[in-house]
């Protein structure tokens, strides 16, 4: 009988043969000595990024590789992985190699740590690496999104979280939800916290976003998710009488 793990890394990727192979193995390093295994997501990508994780699974045994048939998106990637994790935690990561799989197992730590009622420990990124436009586009979207969703996050863009699978599970799902996993986890009255993590330079492969199609894209995603929270109505608990 085979034992689940305790922890699940999830890591979307898409064209990222370059870095996911050296990634994979600092996962397997961080988190050596614990009960876990590493599921990469790979979201219908173009060059060798399968082939190359494929190829590792003998020097990782903890290493499982899921395909998506058609992109769909990396918010959808992390839920292929999430739904398919053995785990009761779950880690995840960016596929291009910039959190740093060192950081993972502090917020592992301190979700446990935590109690029951904290859901997810998300990573903020210090002294982040990534071009000046990037980062004022960043700082702009998450002031707004903050000011307006009360969700207490600065860096909602981090790719690096620990979070429970279960609460996961209880969340509406929609297309960009990993940018709004703190503002859901407190609609479902569930505790969050944050922690610092490292942030590094891409090595290898581009960007798959622009401040542009971001742009775009978050005015109706913070739309619908300041509705949902309208929409909430929270019991305090449950009781069995």
């Not at 990561?93 to 197992?105: F, S, V």
């Not at 029951?116 to 980062?135: H, T």
Request: with cysteine; aromatic share 6%; glycine share 10%.
């Amino acid at each position: 009988m085979v034992l689940a793990p305790e922890i699940s890394v999830v890591v979307p990727v898409f064209d990222e043969a370059g870095a996911a192979p050296g990634l994979a193995r600092e996962i397997a390093t961080a988190f050596a000595g614990r009960s876990f295994e590493i599921l990469f997501v790979d979201d219908a990508s173009r060059d060798d990024t399968r082939a190359a994780l494929h190829a590792l699974r003998a020097e990782i045994p903890q290493l499982r590789v899921l395909a998506h048939r058609r992109n769909s998106g990396q918010s959808r990637a992390i839920r292929s992985g999430i739904l398919a994790a053995r785990g009761p935690v779950i880690v995840t990561l960016d596929g291009d190699g910039q959190n740093d799989p060192a950081d993972g197992p502090a917020l592992v730590d301190a979700l446990v740590a935590g109690g029951p009622e904290l859901a997810m420990v998300g990573g903020e990124r210090v002294k982040r690496q990534d071009s000046q436009a990037k980062k004022l586009a960043s700082r702009f979207g998450n002031g707004i999104r903050r000011r307006l969703l009360r969700d207490t996050a600065r860096d909602t863009g981090c790719g690096l979280k620990a979070f429970r699978r279960e609460a996961f599970l209880r969340l509406p799902y929609f297309d960009h939800i990993h940018r709004y996993l703190p503002a859901l986890m407190l609609r479902e009255g569930y505790e969050v916290a944050f922690r610092p993590v490292h942030h590094r330079h891409r090595q290898t492969g581009q960007s798959k976003y622009t401040n542009l199609g971001r742009l775009m894209a978050s005015l109706s995603d913070l739309l619908g998710v300041m509705w949902l929270q309208s929409r909430s109505r929270n019991p305090g608990g449950v009781d069995e009488l």
